[in-house]
């Protein structure tokens, strides 16, 4: 009787000259949410905002009414078609288009080249942990985002912000309990990236 194929395939060697896929969180990103507001109306328009701050692996952004040109700091440029798009639910989203030629609202950096996720085979962080692991970063994600605390799960439950409802925060905080119960007992080896949550909350 022959090997099932899913076995075949587990039973595979690893290549060792294989890279592994980059984690999106950790990956620097263009988001088109922060430059449809600076985008300009009129085609011959040029408009070179500061990004230094916000975009600091970028040596200089400059929006037309088309399209948008990167620099990097290594003097690669790259240009991004701009498109609005129909949503019905209202005004028109502008969306960056990737090289690939599909829409897309990050575009993320990898050794100074900017594309979509897809190009890039980049994975979310949730897709390289197991259950528990899982169960942790959500944990993570819950205090640092719905409960304005620290992201560690070994610190104190976070006590209610003072612009938060009682029973929003409530929710929150018998969800975060749900997820936290089960992984408790566990010793982590490595602390989590601070950069796993910069993507949450930028």
């Known amino acids: ?111 100074g080249n900017y594309a979509c996720r897809h190009c890039h085979k980049a994975v979310y962080a949730s897709q390289k942990y197991d259950q528990i692991g899982r169960k942790r970063l959500q944990a993570s994600k819950l205090r640092l985002t719905r409960l304005n605390g620290l992201p560690d799960i070994n610190e104190p439950m976070p006590s209610k912000p003072k612009w938060k409802h009682r029973r929003t925060y409530n929710k929150a905080r018998k969800q975060l309990d749900k997820l936290e119960a089960p992984i408790k007992a566990y010793r982590f080896r490595k602390a989590l990236s601070t950069q796993l949550f910069a993507y949450h909350v930028s």
């Open 1 to 111: 009787m022959s090997m099932p194929w899913q076995l075949a395939a587990s039973n595979r060697r690893h290549d060792r000259n294989s890279k592994a896929r980059p984690t999106i969180e950790l990956m620097p990103s263009i988001s088109i949410h922060d430059l449809r507001h600076v985008i300009p109306r009129y085609h011959g328009e040029v408009i070179e905002p500061d990004v230094s701050f916000k975009y600091p692996t970028i040596a200089c952004l400059r929006l037309f009414a088309s399209h948008v040109e990167i620099t990097g700091r290594n003097g690669y440029v790259q240009c991004f078609r701009i498109v609005w798009v129909r949503t019905g639910l209202g005004a028109p989203r502008a969306i960056l288009v990737c090289s690939c030629g599909f829409g897309a609202i990050r575009l993320f950096g990898h050794y």
